[in-house]
């Protein structure tokens, strides 16, 4: 089974800056990679997803990159707000169907 | 917007009891899914169903666990005898497709097993 890691519990950012949060995989290398959103007490909310064969994915203010050397994505907010504070969830369909491998997830506040 | 929904948003119950989580998924969706989280956790797969049939199920989707179709509109998960360690949130979620996988939430039910 595929093991996705989100290395940081916890990223504190300033308003206006860039939060940039990180995803490894550890097994074979996905098809693809999707990013979501959990506001406490929550589902998740679809955010952005990447494609083995895409290096970079962006929408507005977010961006996500693939890096299969790395086994890493990264999720970048740009311009950073308040309401973005949350938690984003790094996730791998594996081999199958609709079965999804969530990261931990970093838990991202921005502050005014 | 189009939306899953869950009920109930909470429920209580005794360790041993059955309990039924209801759902109704986004309405041209074929595949529905399960999915569970424990409090400070990671979100885990449980099981998914398309046509009428289950695709995949994990490892916790033990015995205990049921799913069903029984018309239209509404999918359930069912936990025949629960035990303390069932409490958690539970997440129903649907697409429209098997390819991208992109699923779309609902706001999940949480149980608490006393």
């Known amino acids: 089974s595929q093991k996705i890691e989100q290395n940081s519990e916890a990223l504190n950012i300033q308003e206006g800056k860039t939060a940039t949060l990180t995803c490894n995989y550890t097994?074979?290398?996905?098809?693809?990679l999707q990013w979501y959103r959990q506001d406490p007490g929550r589902g998740p909310v679809f955010l952005l997803l990447?494609?083995?064969?895409?290096k970079e994915k962006r929408k507005e203010r977010l961006k996500v990159t693939f890096d299969t050397t790395l086994k890493q994505s990264l999720f970048h907010i740009t311009a950073s707000q308040p309401a973005d504070s949350a938690t984003y969830l790094c996730?791998?369909?594996?081999?199958?169907?609709?079965?999804?491998?969530f990261g931990r997830g970093t838990q991202l506040t921005v502050w005014p | 917007e189009p939306e899953v929904t869950q009920t109930p948003s909470h429920q209580v119950t005794q360790m041993g009891q059955e309990v039924i989580l209801r759902c109704v998924p986004i309405?041209?969706?074929?595949?529905f899914y399960w999915y569970r989280q424990i409090l400070g956790q990671k979100v885990e797969f449980l099981v998914s169903?398309?046509?009428?049939?289950?695709?995949?199920k994990s490892e916790i989707f033990d015995d205990q666990f049921s799913v069903e179709r029984p018309d239209g509109s509404n999918f359930t998960l069912k936990i025949r005898s629960t035990k303390l360690e069932d409490s958690a949130m539970y997440f129903c979620?649907?697409?429209?497709?098997?390819?991208?996988?992109?699923?779309?939430f609902g706001e999940g039910s949480r149980l608490t097993v006393l």
């Open positions: 979620a649907s697409s429209d497709t098997e390819n991208t996988g992109e699923l779309f």
């Open positions: 097994n074979y290398s996905p098809a693809y």
């Open positions: 990447i494609r083995e064969n895409e």
């Open positions: 996730a791998d369909r594996g081999s199958t169907l609709g079965r999804l491998y």
């Open positions: 309405s041209n969706h074929l595949y």
């Open positions: 169903f398309y046509n009428n049939e289950i695709s995949e």
